[in-house]
Antibody, heavy 126, light 111 residues
């Protein structure tokens, strides 16, 4: 059974860097799929942040791209999110998920997110 | 890239059927068969209910079905049950630089 678990600080100061890790169990990251991060501000909808393949290939939401880095550690079967220069607008529940995709004609098509972590609330406040 | 348009709320009585719409453009919903639907109960992570417009993952009740016509995708829940009360989000691949776009979310109330 595929399971994902987010971990990291629940409180980050403005202008600092938010860092989260997603540990995957029951499935090897090397076996395929992309692995993504999604966030949800309190009381609001979902926003895709970005996704990474075990090869290191990444895709980011352009609205966050200048501040986001997603990396993968296949030896630990986990992947990570770093979001720099955070503000109160970055306060949200952050989820990691497994991302189904299709790659054809040089184009990445994100299809679905089938396994999700439980989510972790990150608050940006001084 | 704007969010996909969903009704803010829908409601139905137990046993009835309801449909939630998800309207986009030819750059997302209308242009590709990569529409997915998620169910989210309060305080819980989203759960995949439908992928690739109309496919159900293993373990999802066949009371849930998906379809698409033009730029609008739909999620239909038949035989409504109290446990179906939740927020529902659609999502689609988009050819814009955003790549993945979500709907605004629909709150389903079972009366």
């Amino acid at each position: 059974q595929v399971q994902l678990q987010e971990s990291g600080p629940g409180l980050v100061k403005p202008s600092e860097t938010l860092s989260l890790t997603c540990a995957v169990s029951g499935y090897s990251i090397n076996s395929g799929y992309y692995w993504g991060w999604i966030r949800q501000p309190p009381g609001k909808g979902l926003e895709w942040i970005g996704s990474i393949h075990h090869s290191g290939s990444t895709y980011y939401n352009p609205s966050l791209k200048s501040r986001v880095t997603i990396s993968v550690d296949t030896s630990k079967n986990q992947f990570s999110l770093k979001l720099s220069y955070v503000t109160a607008a970055d306060t949200a529940v952050y989820y990691c998920a497994r991302a189904g995709y299709y790659y054809g004609s040089g184009t990445y098509y994100g299809r679905y997110l089938d396994y999700w972590g439980q989510g972790t609330l990150v608050t940006v406040s001084s | 890239q704007s969010a996909l348009t969903q009704p803010a709320s829908v409601s139905g009585s137990p046993g009835q059927s309801i449909t939630i719409s998800c309207t986009g453009t030819s750059s997302d919903v209308g242009g590709y068969d990569y529409v997915s639907w998620y169910q989210q109960h309060p305080g819980k992570a989203p759960k995949l209910m439908i992928y690739d417009v109309s496919n159900r993952p293993s373990g999802v009740s066949n009371r849930f079905s998906g379809s698409k016509s033009g730029n609008t995708a739909s999620l239909t829940i038949s035989g409504l049950q109290a446990e179906d009360e939740a927020d529902y989000y659609c999502s689609s691949y988009t050819s814009s630089s955003t790549l993945t776009v979500f709907g605004e979310g629909t709150k389903l109330t079972v009366l």
